[in-house]
């Protein structure tokens, strides 16, 4: 049964869904082993001690809050948006990689719900809410992030929102992403995805020269690769406006910057609008990138052009990638990523001569949408480049991190997310945090993203002094244990 | 009751956790829906500090916690807790989840307090208040639960000089750090002794047993943390002495001592009063050898300098900043924006405080949580001359707008580092023109 439902106003959690866990413990092999065929068997294992994780509701945003003419309102109590400024920050500063010369004020807003909401309900305020965003934003869409509190007392803002769509004439888009509902963040990207595709993307008038590329703000990379075939991206959803999105439907394809976040919407596009997927993993290393645009090359019937291109590309960047093979030849290292993007570095790092020593990746997710095998990047990193010890499926718990860097003292470390690069300086681990995610694509992206590794790590002057300085609030007894002390037992 | 709010300025009630933070190897215990550390993180940026941010345990409320309760949770992750984390204190916060599902929070604290654990529990569901508010909560549960315990060793008042004072609530001021040590250095010049609870400069738990101990409490605040001098008035019998906004520059410095000093002759501290005089002349001298040499830059400057400020803040920095920039730079206060929610019985000593900067002009003032709505007041606004802008990073893109100056001086903002800087005192006002004017200049290219 499809995974894609666009009929029901949620959609289910990754949890029940794709069946993903986010406690696990061994070798990455051994994880994909475990998935083989397993369509969500995998058991999950549970933590007797956890530190702050994220939600869904910050990651539905960050779906919503970059579209050009949108509205958001967080349906809660005033701190459940309060770090939505940081994707207003996002839009001002990257807007130029997308040729958006003056990027308008993000229009985030809170229905502030208060103590007596939680008795009475909170449907009216949302009412108001909308209506007012209305006059004072004049967007084209109005989206509406659940919360847990709204959850809770049981608003129902799937209906509030319909009628208010109804009045406005505009989509009002009700998108479910309470934070208890799930122990995976990425499932916000699902439901605000979900969202896009059941009230934004319209039926195909015509199919056009464009691609669908599912990213977050990244350099604008594809523009160039594209051009070479014919087509342009349309890049969903940052940058994106309403209208674009609409007609998402009229693309040639949709490929995606990190299967992990555009898993639904990819799926919903394929399955509902028509518009075929790339299944293959995004293109980091060399065995991917290859695999990756055959099949662009044989989906838009220009297989000879992506032979030719891919041998271009060969000529032109083997010779930087052989020396910082020899430059990087044996150094070890540990990723701490979301899923498939992390799976994508370390296959990036053992294309480049290095060997990653284990990984920290957020959750895992066991098959993706499309139910597709091509699609599983960490069954691609394991066949191309061989198995990784010590991968670890960990939901961003800083205390197994800093027990796992300490015994293993990688030379390097590579993090995509937050917070995470701080507790390898403070050991001494030069660190890595790439925030464009396409900067690591194809053939030059394994050049850039190589210097940069080779930069930190023959540049750690910085990092061996904060270790001296270093403040160490764990205890002594933490740093002695194994690393998973707290995984799937009551300890 | 506030409805709407578009760009928010303050984080929800358990955004006191960074109260915790904020006091020397203590922890915050999130029992929480799993996005509520990450929220607070994220507003107020760079704000770990010892065991904050991604260190801080957290519940992490699921369906099955929502359903069944999470008190059973909550005793394994602060069980677990002691055996991760070296800390001195231990505060369980609660989110909506918890409070709306009832869990008998207390019920779990009190196992371990049987165990001798410094363990506070306080309930700050994100629905009852905001983080301004909260602040006081939290003091006041440390207070009660914490600081209680060592009363034998420290009878109430029974140190003449000493004070604790409540002046900043800690991230929320991006310059609690600095403008608690600067507050610290100005009463220590004065000969009090003084706990300011938070930061580095700090005892820490330690300095927090004192507070019993102080003669009276000083309160520098338009309305946030009087709950908490009031919550000592009440168990320790302390008296309190409130400054309504912050002192900035050479006028309100000198007022804030002087008046200081004359509580205290009134509650019998036994000072160096001459030298606390000579103290306030010579922190003054210092402060108007600058503003001396600075005044030629003011008046003569021929390339444009703002004339005109609105401030985005809350009470206790607009009414502090417009005072200052009026009478001892010259830059004109206009429309001026309040955004810290306050409350209704303080709106109008607010608005009095900030129209008392000048006796010679009205100064409008708008008091509204819905700081959007209020830029959408100012967009509709025009004087003549350079403006500037004071604010939070939401305000950068109004000032590009209006071709404004800009400062970012509140939170939430990307826009700038704030370390250890302090806006309050002589030095602090020195450090607010350094800040108006270097901005001003970096612009010529």
Known sequence: ?491 | MAGLIEQERYTCAIGALQTVVAIPRAVPILHSGPGCGTMIKGFFERSSGYAGGDTSPCTNFSEREVVFGGTDRLRSIIKNTYKVLDTDLQVVVTGCTAGIVGDDVASVTDEFLDEGKPIVHVETSGFKSSNYVSHSAVVNAIIEQYVSRFEHENPPRSEKNLVNLFASVPYQDQFWKGNLREFKRLLEGLGFRVNILFGPHSGGVKEWQTIPRANFNVLVSPWYGEPIVKNLKRRYGQPYFKFSYLPIGGNETTRFLEELLDYARKHHAELDWKRARTFITEEENAYYEELDNLATFLLEFRYGLPNHVHIFHDAGYVAGLTRFLLHETGIVPKEQFVVDNTPEKYKAQVEADIKAASDQREIPVYIDPDAGALQDILRGIRHSGKGLIIGSGWDKELAEEKDCDFLSIACPTPYRIVLTTNYIGYTGGLRVIEDIYNNALAQYQ
């Not at chain 1, 994220?54 to 509205?71: K, M, R, V």
């Not at chain 1, 020593?357 to 990193?381: C, K, M, R």
């Open chain 1, 1 to 491: 049964m499809s995974k894609v439902n666009l009929e029901i106003p949620e959609v289910e959690i990754r949890e029940i869904r794709l069946g993903s866990i986010t406690g696990f413990q061994g070798t990455a092999g051994e994880l994909v082993g475990a998935c083989g065929g397993c369509s969500g068997r995998l058991k999950d294992k549970n933590r007797s001690f956890s530190q702050c994780l994220g939600c869904g509701t910050s990651n539905a945003a960050c779906t919503l809050t970059l579209i050009q003419d949108a509205a958001i309102i967080s349906h809660g109590p005033v701190g459940c948006s309060t770090c939505l400024h940081e994707f207003a920050f996002t839009y001002r500063v990257n807007a130029h990689l997308r040729q958006i010369e003056h990027p308008t004020q993000r229009k985030i807003f809170s229905t502030n719900l208060e103590e007596k909401d939680t008795i009475y309900g909170g449907g009216k305020k949302l009412e108001a809410a909308i209506r007012e965003v209305y006059r004072r934003a004049d967007p084209k869409a109005i989206f509406v992030i659940t919360t847990c509190a709204a959850g809770i007392i049981g608003d129902d803002v799937e209906t509030i929102t319909n009628a208010a769509e109804a009045e406005l004439g505009i989509p009002v888009v009700a998108v479910f992403c309470e934070g208890f509902r799930s122990k995976i963040w990425t499932s916000g990207f699902d439901a605000g995805y979900h969202g896009i595709a059941r009230k934004i993307i319209k039926p195909p008038r015509e199919k056009r020269n464009i691609i669908n590329v599912i990213n977050f703000w990244g350099s604008d990379v594809f523009r160039e690769w594209f051009a070479e075939f014919g087509y342009e991206p349309n890049y969903i959803t940052p940058f994106s406006t309403v209208d674009t999105l609409s007609y998402s439907s009229e693309a040639a394809l949709t490929v995606q910057a990190c299967s992990t976040l555009g898993s639904y919407l990819g799926a919903a596009l394929e399955q509902v609008y028509g518009v075929p997927e790339i299944r293959n993993s995004p293109p980091y290393g060399i065995a991917q990138t290859d695999r990756w645009f055959r099949e662009l090359g044989k989906i838009l019937g220009k297989e000879q052009e992506a032979e030719a291109f891919l041998q271009r590309k060969k000529e032109e960047y083997m010779p930087k990638i052989e020396a910082l093979r020899e430059r990087l030849k044996g150094k070890t290292a540990y990723v701490t990523a979301g899923a498939s993007h992390g799976q994508s570095l370390l296959a990036l790092l053992s294309e480049l001569g290095m060997k990653p020593q284990g990984a920290a990746i957020f959750h895992h997710d066991p098959v993706y949408d499309n139910e597709s095998p091509d699609a599983d990047t960490l069954a691609h990193t394991v066949a191309d480049y061989g198995d990784v010890p010590n991968y670890n499926v960990c939901n961003k718990q800083e205390f197994e991190l800093v027990n796992v860097l300490n015994r293993i003292h990688p030379d390097i470390l590579l993090a995509r997310h937050g917070g995470m690069t701080l507790w390898g300086a403070k050991l001494g681990i030069p660190s890595l945090l790439i925030g464009d995610e396409h900067f690591g694509m194809g053939y030059e992206g394994l050049v850039a993203y190589g210097e940069r590794i080779a930069d930190a790590i023959e540049n750690d002057e910085f990092v061996k002094n904060l270790r001296k300085h270093a403040v160490n609030p764990y205890t002594k007894w933490w740093m002695e244990q194994d690393p998973y002390t707290f995984l799937g037992r009551n300890f």
